[in-house]
């Protein structure tokens, strides 16, 4: 026995006995009490005498440790019978012998109300009601009877109004940064079971590949990791300004290469270390931005500064990768165009980033900002695509128009048959995934795709003016297709 697991481990539990703990009692008219039969251990050296006294006869001394049963009792005084002998002994010595399986202790919530019973069976003494809600714990159980102790009394209750309370030896507490996908799976393609809000505080069990396994809701499911930060401080809505300290973002830059970890916020500083391609770092820096200077931390411990352009908040692979720049227009001050309290700025923030997410297994991204309290100017925007290896360029929008009746999707490209191709493949999809009036593909001599070398497009998802496409813009499960639309457009482009 002593070699099984402990918690399959199947005891004899001994208990003092106290009072009328036994079953089915009934008073005789000799004032003794008959009980259904017990089973008991002596925990001492013990004298039998002919009756329910120390001055009666003593017949015999049962030694310590003997089993003995009795079902009948005067005062505290148990009957029984003993090499042939029957009398009484004092139940001082007695201990109540249970069977029953000890197991590794455990928390439950009672799921209604519930007696408290001397014994498990529906006929024994209630001792009392336990609320149903209560958090009771066992480590001992006898059929379907758990032996707990609430308000100082123990006894069982019955496992059927029992809830186990899983407790998880080691959970982190994360807050979202943004709204974020709770997935029936750790991928992309898991089915979403609901979207939860930005700055709710979710337990993290365990990460894997950046797919943290959270509860929420009662629920356990999956979040990406690049939306949570480590803490409860819950940052302000949206648009006001986002605590982006504790973000864990990563060296972007090619296989071979490294950057700065500076002392200060300036390129004249001294060098603490170089990071390579895929080092990740946790921001320091409340404030987001993705140019001039990010204050950081290594996992090592050391703390400095390093260029914005080279973080990205998507872990690059190990080895180079094509490269997409991502741009969700707008930002900060500038909120686009506006419709019933809903923002352009807003929308293209969300869908983007579902773009980046569905890309990231698959190439390496970046984006011009991750927080809709940031406005990254045109010509950074350009910047930040031209100082990288970019591959593809892609600006995300929504129309407006003065009349109601405009609506669909369009794409533009400035120059260039890759961008035309990347412009096509794109709103080809964005038509056939969210069901877009097709408005096709134009030039357009804007300034953020001209100002970017890489082939470089700026998609209109829709007209924020028109209900019906309004209606999908602000549509979760339309912003996933738009989303969808824009990521295998740019892969069929590569
Ligand atoms: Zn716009």
């Known amino acids: ?74 005062g505290s005084w148990y009957k029984l019978s003993y090499k042939g002998k029957t009398g009484y002994v004092t139940g001082s010595y007695l201990k109540k012998i249970e069977s029953g399986t000890s197991f590794s202790k455990t928390s439950y919530k009672t799921t209604d109300a519930l007696s408290l019973r001397s014994a498990a069976t529906t006929s024994s003494t209630r001792l009392l009601t336990i609320p149903k809600g209560a958090g009771v714990q066992s480590s001992f159980k006898s059929g379907n009877w758990y032996k707990v102790t609430y308000a100082n009394k123990t006894g069982y209750v019955s496992g059927s109004y029992l809830k186990k309370v899983t407790t998880p030896a080691k959970t982190t507490v994360y807050t979202t940064t943004d709204r974020l996908n709770f997935r029936s799976s750790p991928s992309t393609s898991g089915k979403v079971l609901t979207t ?184 950074e925007r350009s910047a930040l695509a031209n100082s990288h290896a970019t591959t593809a360029f892609v600006s995300v929008h929504i129309n407006a128009s003065t009349s109601t009746q405009a609506y669909g999707a369009e794409t533009f490209y400035y120059k260039g048959a890759s961008s035309i191709n990347l412009a096509r493949n794109v709103q080809q999809r964005l038509v056939s995934y969210a069901g877009m009036r097709d408005r096709s593909v134009h030039y357009a001599n804007y300034a953020v795709i001209r100002g970017t070398k890489a082939p470089s497009i700026l998609a209109e998802l829709g007209f924020l003016s028109n209900s019906a496409d309004r209606a999908k813009l602000t549509n979760a499960s339309y912003q996933s297709r738009y989303a969808q639309a824009i990521a295998d457009g740019i892969l069929a482009s590569l």
């Open 196 to 379: 939860i809000p930005s700055g709710t505080a979710v337990n993290s069990l365990a990460v894997k590949s950046n797919w943290h396994t959270v509860q929420y809701q009662g629920k356990t499911g999956y979040v990406m990791g690049t939306y949570l930060k480590k803490g409860t401080s819950v940052p302000a809505s949206t648009t006001g300004n986002v605590d982006y300290s504790g973000s864990k973002m990563y060296v972007l830059i090619p296989s071979g290469n490294s950057v700065a970890l500076r002392a200060s916020a300036s390129t004249l500083s001294g060098q603490i270390a170089r990071l390579g391609r895929g080092t990740p770092v946790v921001v320091t820096n409340s404030r987001h931005q993705t140019k001039g200077f990010v204050a950081v931390r290594t996992a090592s411990g050391q703390s400095g500064y390093v260029d914005a352009t080279y973080l990205t908040l998507f872990q690059p692979a190990p080895s180079n990768r094509p490269l997409l720049v991502l741009d969700p227009g707008h930002g900060g001050h500038d909120a686009g165009a506006v419709r019933y309290g809903v923002a352009e700025r807003d929308i293209v923030l969300a869908v983007t980033k579902q773009v980046a997410e569905r890309l990231s297994g698959k190439v390496d991204v970046t984006m011009s900002r991750y927080t809709n309290d940031y406005y990254p100017s045109l010509g």
């Open 1 to 74: 026995m002593g070699k099984l697991p402990k918690t399959l481990r199947t005891a004899l539990v001994l208990s003092l006995v106290s009072g009328c703990f036994a079953s089915t009692s009934t008073v005789s008219a000799a004032s003794g009490t008959t009980f259904t039969k017990t089973s008991y251990q002596t925990t001492d050296a013990l004298n039998l005498r002919s009756s329910n006294s120390t001055s009666s006869k003593k017949l015999l001394t049962i030694p310590k440790t003997t089993k003995v049963t009795s079902s009948y009792r005067k």
